[in-house]
Each structure stands twice: as structure tokens, then as C-alpha cells.
């Protein structure tokens, strides 16, 4: 039996590989009332043959790393749509976001227990990518939490 390849729409996933550092703004809200300045890395790594993305990120707002998430990127053919599993060191149960590529613009959401929430990953522009989350208590208003600006270090 052959296997299954991966396809054009598991290869879009490959602009997120590397290693990536950046300056992110958190925007004040109720976790973090004064929201501040932090640096990033992002570890993103093909695995599963290309079929998935994990990644690795730290945050460090200054004092050593004060976050850490883990997630995982698939593209899920039945649905048509990217699925990222999110789990981080905030104690929150993980999450799920799902959403589309629009060229080279990845917008997935979520609906948890907090709210809503929306990670848009764009990378149009070659060796950096912009990142940016927002949150919505009724997934229609929506506000900024998180803008980053990553730029590949390898």
C-alpha cells in the first residue's frame, strides 16, 4: 500500500517553518490590565512527514520566560480548513482553532470558556512573519490582545 503525500494545501503550512525571534505588544485587558512590551521565540518544525507544523514558543517580557505554548498545525481535507491545537502554560484547557489560508494570510478561531479568540498569521512578506490575536466575547466585536512581528533566524 502507498502512502498518502502531502498535498498543496500541507505545503502552504511550510511558511511557518524555522526559527523565528520578535517583538510582541500586548494590549491591555482584564489578564493584563497594563499590557507591555515582550520578546518571542518561535520554534516551528515540520513533522509527520509534512502532514503537520509543531511549534514551540517562549515569551519573555523581560525577567526570563514568563509563557510558554506548544502547538500543532494540520490541514484537515474533510473539512477543508487548517486546525491548530493550542496548548500553553497559562492553565487554560486547550484549544482548538480552525479557519483558512487567504494567500499567504492563515486566520483561525477559537470558542472556549474565555470568550472568543482569533490568530491571524501572515506571511507575506519573505524571512519575517506578523502575528496578531484577538479576543471577542461574543465572536463579534473583536479587539487586539497580541501583535507580534517575527523575523527568521533560521
Do not use: C
Not at 505545503?11 to 489578564?31: D, F, L
Not at 518544525?45 to 502547538?71: M, P, W
Not at 482569533?118 to 512578506?125: C, E, K, M, N, Y
Amino acid at each position: 500500500m502507498e502512502m498518502p503525500k502531502p498535498t498543496d494545501a500541507h505545503r502552504k503550512m511550510e511558511a511557518m517553518v524555522g526559527e523565528w525571534r520578535g517583538e510582541e505588544r500586548i494590549h491591555p485587558s482584564p489578564w493584563d490590565p497594563a499590557g507591555g512590551i515582550a520578546t518571542a521565540r518561535v520554534s516551528n518544525r515540520l513533522a509527520l512527514d509534512g502532514f503537520a507544523v509543531v511549534q514551540d514558543y517562549e515569551q519573555d517580557r523581560g525577567a526570563g520566560v514568563n509563557f510558554r505554548g506548544h502547538g500543532v498545525l494540520r490541514y484537515d481535507a474533510a473539512a477543508g480548513e487548517y486546525a491548530f491545537h493550542w496548548f500553553d502554560s497559562s492553565g487554560m484547557p486547550p484549544g482548538e482553532f480552525r479557519g483558512p489560508f487567504d494567500g499567504d494570510v492563515l486566520t483561525v478561531t477559537h470558542r472556549g470558556p474565555q470568550g472568543h479568540a482569533r490568530a491571524i498569521f501572515d506571511f507575506g512578506t519573505a524571512g519575517r512573519y506578523l502575528y496578531r490575536m484577538e479576543v471577542s466575547g461574543d465572536g463579534e466585536a473583536w479587539h487586539p490582545f497580541l501583535e507580534g512581528e517575527y523575523t527568521r533566524e533560521g
